[in-house]
């Protein structure tokens, strides 16, 4: 037997039971709308400050390469004026008055060679550091904070290539302090003490970090790759903005993150943590705080309950002992329970008097129609009896129309499915047709472009061909006045020999001269006395002679090298004259070539011609194939919406036959349920009879 519970106690976890669901629901809105808000402004501000961090790092790494692109365009280190170890020196010289800033600025040949003030004249071989091998190539180069194993100093490389008239002639290196990053950073504040640190995307190493030594080569490879902090850092490492929890493996414990690309030309990102409880505790307090209230709200509930329902429900009591005593007597519905009071509770004891008199004079007709009632079970049954037999034919006949919409169904789809892929092709014909007609638009466009680049060249033949007859004109003409020129020469190359002939016999005479004065001379001197004026006359004649002979001789040497001189003339103007007779031949060679060239070029504009007008008629073809492949499209649409539609109704009627189908074999269990409530009314109207006359009306 079922353990009885009392009234007071169900009201009892009623109340208490809405006054948790209450305070839970409340509670747990409360919480997630302070969890909600306070997500979105914390994600906000670590964001925010991530964002300022990248952008800091961002301004910085551009003004240290402004500064080194600027270096890179000064005249000094430009020009080739300039010896490398000179422009070491006046950048050594720039990095002295940065009083500090710069610990080094080096200029470097494109060989790769450079020289540093430790060790002046000699020079040392840079071109295989990355630093360096990038601006020679045309890169700029930022490099991530490294220790100088010289000065054991923590030091940043800014590199940008020198270029002169377009040429990379060098590279220049600004050295900074190392440390200046994490000056950067730890200015910036992300929440309970942390500051943001920079890592690079490629190789993984930490480039500023107040919290670790970043000379040491911290590098995320160093961390568990399973790890929360791993996975977290690997996202950052992908290039990707985001804000996510993880757990730190040393401590355990949860931490907030926001990381960010530095962007630029940089591969560095901002990684800023900070703990969970920073941000979240106040929501750790609203939680406990929250639990605290629910707990005492449900004590303070569940005492006023106990009290409000002990007095409410302390009227019932003697309602509960009127009906108890009616319920010990034989049925009698004459008695009446005495009314006492004037609230819910006696309102209760008259509804239940008039109850009473209302079922007595129910059951005073009851007995009278007892006998009725008996008649119409046995009538009932045999009615369920027939109603079963016309129930199971119609399920027949439904189940039988049924698979007849369940095959039209199937035609259906199957139809859809074919129009559908028609549809599918008229799409793709479209896309193609539309694809060909641009095509056919481009190839007329070009086509039209060869037409005038023909034209154009065949105006430049024309002209070269005008050019071409004028240079064949002057050069037959330059031919002819070099044969004129040759027929002159010939004739100064023969007069030169009569010279040449005179001037032997001038020298012949000068000689008989010559001896004939000897002659007088010996002659005056047999004479004596009467022969000195002969003398003097024969002496002067010989002087003549010496004279005339000396003159020849010059004579004939001056004519032997205008001889010379004109045989070379001669020699070069029959190469001249060879030389204008090729060009000419060669000029009417190049003319018929070029002739042949205009008329291809006019036989080319006519194919293009005929091409445009073939492409223009393909235009229109292909246009009108485009608005028969839309209407086409039109058409398969409304085919589509037609078959929709039919089989949205197939699908509806065949989901009315099912729900028919459910129906008849409902009704038919109900029917066998019918048949069995009949006989079950049979004997329970028996039994209703034989209660019945128990009761005293």
């Known amino acids: ?89 006046q950048l050594v010289a720039i990095a002295k008055e940065s009083k500090g800033k710069y610990v080094n600025i080096t200029f470097y040949g494109k060989d790769g060679y450079s020289f540093i003030p430790e060790k002046p004249g000699v020079p040392i071989y840079f071109g295989d550091r990355e630093y360096i091998k990038a601006p020679l190539a045309g890169q700029e180069y930022v490099r991530d904070p490294f ?16 270029y002169d008239n377009g040429q990379i002639v060098g590279a220049v290196c600004c050295v900074r302090d190392g440390n200046f990053i994490s000056e950067i950073i730890e200015s910036i504040d992300v929440g309970g003490g942390m500051h943001p640190g920079i890592i690079n995307m490629k190789t993984g190493n930490t480039v500023g970090n107040v919290n670790k030594d970043t000379s040491k080569g911290n590098s995320v490879a160093e961390l568990d790759p399973n790890s929360e902090l791993a996975k977290v850092l690997g996202n950052a490492m992908a290039g990707k903005s985001d804000v996510e929890f993880f757990t730190e493996p040393a401590t355990g414990q949860k931490m907030i993150a926001s990381y960010k690309p530095v962007g630029g030309d940089s591969d560095w990102f901002v990684f800023c943590a900070a703990p969970y409880d920073y941000y979240f505790g106040s929501l750790t307090k609203l939680s406990h705080a929250i639990t605290i209230i629910l707990i005492v709200s449900i004590f303070v509930g569940a005492i006023i309950g106990i009290l409000s329902i002990s007095s409410l429900i302390r009227p019932l009591f003697y309602v509960k002992n009127s009906i108890a005593e009616i319920s010990t007597g034989h049925a009698d519905l004459s008695s009446r329970i005495t009314q006492s009071s004037n609230d819910e509770v006696g309102e209760v004891v008259d509804g239940f008097n008039t109850f009473v008199g209302k079922l007595q004079a129910i059951m005073t007709q009851l007995k009278a129609s007892k006998v009725e009632l008996s008649s119409a079970g046995e009538n009932l049954i045999a009615s369920a009896d027939d109603t079963s ?60 472009q060869m037409i005038g680049n023909i034209k154009s060249v065949n105006t430049s033949v024309d002209k070269m061909a005008s050019s071409f007859e004028n240079l064949s004109t002057s050069a037959n003409s330059g031919a002819q006045i070099q044969l004129d020129v040759n027929e002159k020469i010939e004739k100064i190359k023969v007069q030169s020999e009569t010279l040449q002939e005179a001037n032997i016999a001038i020298s012949a005479i000068a000689a008989q001269t010559n001896l004939l004065a000897m002659n007088a001379a010996i002659e005056a001197a047999h004479a004596g006395e009467a022969g000195k004026g002969f003398s003097v006359v024969a002496d002067e004649i010989r002087k003549l002679s010496e004279t005339s002979s000396a003159q020849s001789k010059t004579i004939g040497e001056e004519l032997n090298s205008i001889r010379d001189a004109i045989d070379s003339v001669v020699s070069a103007s029959n190469m001249s004259s060879s030389a204008f007779q090729n060009v000419a031949t060669k000029i009417q060679e190049t003319d018929e070539l070029v002739r042949q060239i205009k008329s291809a070029m006019d036989e080319q504009t006519e194919g293009s011609q005929q091409i445009n007008e073939a492409l223009h008629n393909m235009n229109d073809s292909t246009a009108e194939v485009k608005s028969a492949s839309r209407e086409m499209s039109e058409g398969n649409r409304q085919i589509l919406s037609e078959i929709k539609n039919l089989q949205d109704a197939t699908d509806v009627m065949k989901l009315s036959m099912e729900e028919m189908s459910a129906g008849a074999k409902k009704i038919n269990e109900t029917g066998v349920v019918l048949s069995d409530i009949s006989a079950a009314m049979k004997d329970s109207i028996e039994k209703i009879g034989r209660e019945i006359d128990q009761f005293k009306v």
């Open 389 to 448: 037999a016309s129930i199971t034919e119609i399920i027949e006949n439904i189940d039988s129309v049924h698979s007849q919409i369940n095959n039209q169904s199937n035609s259906v789809t199957e139809t859809a499915g074919a129009v559908n892929e028609i549809a599918s092709n008229i799409e793709s014909l479209e896309r193609m047709i539309e694809n060909q007609s641009d095509g056919i638009h481009q190839a007329s466009v070009a086509v039209e």
């Open 147 to 162: 220790l100088n194993t010289i000065t054991n100093q923590l030091i940043m490389c800014y590199s940008v290539p020198v």
């Open 1 to 89: 037997m079922k353990k009885k519970i009392s009234l007071k106690i169900k009201l009892l976890a009623v109340i208490v039971g809405l006054i948790i669901a209450c305070s839970v629901v409340q509670s747990i809105m409360v919480h997630n709308i302070a969890d909600a808000a306070l997500g979105d402004s914390v994600t906000k501000v670590v964001t925010l400050v991530t964002e300022n961090a990248a952008l800091d790092i961002s301004i910085r790494n551009t003004a240290e390469l402004n500064f080194a692109r600027n270096l890179a365009k000064l005249p000094m280190i430009k020009s080739d004026e300039l010896t490398t170890e000179e422009k070491c020196q």
